[in-house]
């Protein structure tokens, strides 16, 4: 067998792949704009839902754990926070925290089991949330019924939201 048709298929590969990187890095390119706006507006449309009409001013501070701090009204601050829930990555939350209480709290994206894990999404469930003001409280809150992991992962995000809240 000949040293030609020994590289002959890895040159073909290497040409193919190449090719299909440079796709992938024009498409990224050509696309990064769209997702970026798209991402701003479901922001912007889940505040606006969860915390009502307002000015919402997106903060430079930093916590570990929380993607953004974005700054409402009246003391309003809400917690961008995306933590495990079953699934990695799972549950993408805002929760809103004024006078060291949790004001609201909204999902952004659910990426848990459809039926079960969902199940934490529910707006009755959410609702049992407002109004606590210690890790305590939240640690005791129920949680939904076969969706352990989701209803911890809920957890983790509105503790860490009251725990940032204290610290700012």
């Known amino acids: 067998m000949s040293i030609r048709k020994m590289l002959m298929p890895t040159l073909v590969l290497m040409i193919i792949c190449i090719i299909i990187s440079g796709a992938l890095v024009f498409v990224n390119h050509a696309t990064k704009d769209a997702i970026e706006e798209t991402n701003r507006k ?3 449309d889940t505040l606006v839902s969860a915390f009502g009409e307002g000015e919402y001013t997106q903060t430079d501070k930093t916590y570990d754990g929380i993607d953004s701090i974005i700054s409402g009204e009246d003391g309003l601050m ?3 926070i995306t933590t495990d ?3 990695s990555g ?3 939350v805002l929760v809103g925290v004024k006078n060291g209480e ?3 709290v909204s999902f952004i ?3 848990e089991t459809p039926g079960l894990g969902t199940k934490v999404n529910n707006e009755e469930f959410l609702k049992t949330y407002k109004g606590l003001k210690s890790e305590d409280e939240v640690t005791n809150a129920d949680a939904v019924t076969g969706a352990t992991f989701s209803s911890n992962g ?3 995000a509105v503790k ?3 725990s940032a809240d204290k610290e700012a």
């Open 85 to 87: 829930g079953y699934n």
């Open 78 to 80: 809400v917690y961008e």
């Open 154 to 156: 809920l957890k983790t």
């Open 42 to 44: 479901t922001l912007n």
């Open 109 to 111: 994206s659910c990426g």
């Open 102 to 104: 949790v004001a609201g």
């Open 90 to 92: 799972g549950i993408h």
């Open 160 to 162: 860490l939201a009251l």
